[in-house]
């Protein structure tokens, strides 16, 4: 859990730097025309699988089962684009952190729940 925490802390003061450019790479890739082409799209995912599978990686020693915690990194990844939009539409910082606080609750909630779960029916 505390690797999420830190993910999401690395993003959110990537995105306060004031040299950073407002958003990220992927959100700017991804959004400036309605439908990228195959290259943009494959390079676009690429990027989104990359960020999943060490989110995926980082929460590998929960008691977990597979599918649930590829869910649970597909969401944090889902959730990190947030950031990105918000800040670029002028969000405070306060309001970046605590999406990253509800999607790092929810995370936490959901392993505490599967693992309670797995311990009831071991």
Known sequence: MRAVEAFFDGVLSRIAGPAVPVGCLIAQSATPSPALNDENSTQVRGLLDLLRQRVRTALADSAVETASLDEL??????????????????????????????????????????????????
């Open 73 to 122: 990194a597909t969401v944090v990844v889902a959730v990190n684009q947030s950031p990105a939009v918000l800040s670029r539409a002028g969000a405070a910082d306060a309001e970046l952190r605590s999406v990253a606080r509800l999607v790092c609750t929810t995370v936490a909630g959901t392993l505490t729940r599967a693992a309670s779960q797995d311990v009831t029916q071991g």
